[in-house]
């Protein structure tokens, strides 16, 4: 072990959504499929799999999303799992050539529990819920704000443990020296965390600019509803549009036109200050009394 958790997904993340993994040969499958909504996945799953636990799997993510989009976008898509040695998830790809398709891999020796921990495939599943758009800060940035809040309004993590792991992993989304802006900056950690910031500050905005009623999901659930799904080649600047449709606002556009050519350093503890959530000795302490509390209420719960 002896890493730490946010070192942990900052490496699981590295071995995520890379190029597509080595084929690893012929492996007997069965096909399997999950109803989430009036959506279908069809499940590969590797005949020696234990079935029920994967399809558990796989269905909590696709909870997850649903919890965060409202209802799924995509009506039919396809998880292709396959076995590796050892335990763990890794090796995601989605939407690789715009297909409706997750491959992902997953240790012989994985267990349930850490199965109902993974976030990885709801990271995924995500993906296929937006627009191809050439971006890397975009499509990862949105799949690594969204996942702990979609799988916090499913029940399937705590508000504390979500905070933390902003509170300890956001900072390396800040430009460092030299930075062209999240469009002329395509880093892993610029791309990843300096995307994730830019939706972070974009869902406060939002809810900041509609007296709560309206945050981040209203906007991804206004480009899925225009067709912004997987297999859309889209601009950004489409993209931003069509969000910002679904809110009423223009925060996503100003937004993008300060931080896509030019470095933008957020004040993280000054925001963090203001919506009431404090790290204390390793531990979340939330303040109810902080000016933008209602805001970091409404966006673990998608309520105002
Ligand atoms: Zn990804």
Redesign the pocket.
């Known amino acids: 072990m002896g890493l730490n958790r946010s070192a942990w997904v900052l490496v699981a993340l590295l071995a995520?959504?890379s190029a597509a993994p080595e084929p690893a040969g012929p492996q007997p499958s069965s096909g399997e499929s999950v109803v989430v909504g009036e959506t279908t996945i069809e499940v590969d799953l590797p005949a020696s799999a234990k079935k029920d636990v994967l399809l558990e799997w796989v269905s909590r993510a696709a909870l997850a999303v649903e919890a965060y989009h409202g209802r799924w976008p995509v009506s039919r898509f396809r998880v292709e799992v396959s076995s590796k040695k050892g335990s763990g998830v890794s090796n995601g790809v989605?939407a690789s050539g715009g297909r409706a398709l997750i491959e992902i891999e997953v240790g012989a020796e994985t267990t349930a529990a850490e199965l109902a921990r993974d976030w990885t495939l709801t990271?995924?599943m995500l993906?296929l819920t937006a627009p191809d758009v050439g971006r890397r800060w975009f499509?990862?940035g949105l799949?690594v704000y969204a996942e702990p809040i979609a799988r916090l309004r499913a029940g399937q993590t705590t508000e504390k443990v979500v905070w933390k792991e902003m509170l300890e992993t956001y900072d390396m989304g800040q430009p460092a020296k030299g930075d062209k802006g999240l469009d002329g900056t395509d880093t892993w950690a610029r791309s990843y965390y300096g995307g994730a910031l830019f939706f972070f500050v974009a869902d406060v905005e939002l809810r900041k600019a509609t007296k709560n009623a309206k945050g981040l999901e209203h906007a991804l659930r206004a480009i899925a509803a225009e067709g912004g799904v997987v297999g859309a080649s889209w601009s950004v600047d489409r993209a931003l549009e069509a969000g910002d449709r679904g809110t009423g606002t223009s925060v996503l556009r100003d937004l993008g036109k300060r931080w896509r050519g030019a470095p933008v350093r957020v004040d993280l503890p000054a925001l963090f200050r203001e919506l009431g959530v404090e790290l204390r000795r390793g531990e979340v302490v939330l303040h109810e009394d902080a000016p933008l509390s209602g805001v970091r209420r409404a966006i673990v719960s998608g309520a105002p």
Do not use: V
């Open positions: 995520s959504c989605a990271h995924e993906h499509e990862e799949a």
